[in-house]
């Protein structure tokens, strides 16, 4: 019995030593910063902003669980912005106003995301793909100004996400590397007509180690 | 760099850049992009009934609760362009001593102590602005059909409102068959009083004398 329990004890030991030693040398933490294109789908884009948005960043601090899945946080920004020429809307049956509308939405996603990179990170290779999902909230402020005067709403919401790109190591010996990838973002709205404000996003960024 | 400073760290860069590429509307828009124009009517009432019209002397200035009778270069500007657009219009001007089928007023509105001038609050005090008695009425009523829209004020405003005085006799009140109300940038300036009338005007192709 002694001589089991010694044995069992060793393997753990063994075990233990084995995954810390992997974490070591993949590198257990990495940063990302990202630029970040947006584009407007759905009701968001037919109803309300229908330019794409030049304006966001993002950044990421990722865990490497394995080699091939990590795990962490993403928060980013963006601003989305559209300015309607005058017209004349009517607000009621009997009730009409004439002005230049300019919508104003900017959106700061907190997520909890999961990468997973089938091909495990492997230096040899130079183009390593990946896909991810996350999932978190969204920190929005929606403002709708008619002329000079706004109504605004800022409110946290419920957004998931999913994304696919590849990243491109500086070098077979670095483990930094350059990424390109899209998501597809679905951030739950529901005011003024509005369904949801989701996005195509593409982004591009650098991924390097703590 | 402490490795619990790298998650507020990013959040603050991100903010940072956040802060210095919002667009802000109000920075993108010119005085006239800045203004609206509101117009309520009486969908019961037939504007083609009525053929002439008079219009009151002077403007009731509405600050902090209170309403005076004033006639500035602007305000007479504004009584001009009234006059003008219901001429255009096929009405007739008359006195007001030639019974009128119509009565224009003119108000300003300015910022009140509470910060605001609510529709209802405004129509409700109207008897204190245009005393009935002015119109030849005394003792009347002014109504204002329920279904115009509810808005409010924050600061100064341009108000044009049209009586039913021809149905004064036998309705025992004065009916407010239509307003107008001029918000934004710039508004209290004799050289846009035509501008913003014609405005009001344009959004409501159904004044109109048969």
Same mark, same amino acid.
């Given at each position: 019995m002694k001589r089991r329990i010694i044995n069992i004890t060793a393997m753990l030991a063994v075990l233990v030593g084995v995954s810390l030693s992997a974490q070591a040398q993949k590198g257990a933490v990495k940063m990302g910063l990202y630029y970040d294109y947006s584009m407007p789908i759905g009701s968001f884009k037919s109803?309300?902003?229908s330019n794409g948005s030049p304006r966001g960043v993002g950044g990421e601090i990722m865990y490497n669980l394995s080699r091939q899945w990590g795990l962490g946080l993403n928060v980013a920004w963006q601003d989305y912005y559209q300015k309607y020429p005058r017209a004349i809307y009517?607000?009621?049956?009997n009730q009409d106003i004439s002005a230049v509308v300019t919508n104003s939405v900017q959106s700061a996603p907190i997520l909890i995301k999961t990468v997973f990179s089938p091909l495990g990170n492997? #230096? #040899?290779?130079m183009i390593q793909p990946y896909i991810s999902a996350a999932a978190g909230l969204n920190l929005l402020t929606n403002s709708q100004y008619l002329g000079q005067f706004n109504s605004s709403d800022a409110s946290a919401r419920f957004m998931a996400q999913a994304g696919a790109g590849v990243q491109i190591p500086f070098?077979?010996?670095?483990n930094s590397a350059f990424f390109v990838g899209a998501t597809y973002n679905y951030i739950s709205y529901n005011k003024n007509g509005l369904n949801n404000f989701n996005t195509i996003d593409l982004q591009a960024g650098v991924r390097f180690p703590l | 760099m402490r490795k619990s400073m790298i998650l507020p760290g990013l959040a603050a860069l991100i903010m940072l850049i956040a802060a210095s590429c919002t667009k802000d509307p109000l920075k993108d828009m010119t005085a006239e992009d800045s203004r609206i124009y509101i117009t309520n009517y009486d969908?019961?009432? /037939?504007?083609?009934?009525y053929k002439t019209f008079s219009i009151a002397d002077s403007v009731a200035v509405i600050d902090n609760g209170r309403a005076t009778k004033e006639i500035s270069v602007t305000d007479q500007a504004y009584l001009d362009a009234v006059k003008k657009y219901m001429q255009q219009q096929g009405y007739v001007l008359v006195n007001k001593?030639?019974?009128?089928d119509l009565g224009l007023n003119v108000n300003r509105i300015y910022r009140t102590s509470t910060g605001v001038v609510s529709y209802p609050d405004y129509w409700g005090y109207y008897g204190g602005y245009w005393d009935p008695y002015y119109w030849g009425y005394p003792g009347y009523g002014y109504y204002v059909p329920y279904s115009y829209a509810v808005y409010s004020v924050t600061e100064g405003a341009i108000s044009v409102d049209m009586l039913d005085l021809k149905s004064a006799k036998t309705t025992n009140k004065i009916s407010i068959i239509w307003t107008g109300t001029i918000r934004g940038?710039?508004?209290? /300036?004799a050289s846009v009083a035509d501008s913003q009338v014609k405005a009001l005007f344009d959004q409501s192709p159904y004044i109109k004398a048969n």
């Open positions: 109803d309300y902003i009517s607000l009621d049956k492997d #230096r #040899r290779t070098s077979k010996l670095s | 969908s019961t009432a /037939n504007f083609g009934s001593s030639q019974s009128p940038s710039g508004i209290l /300036n």
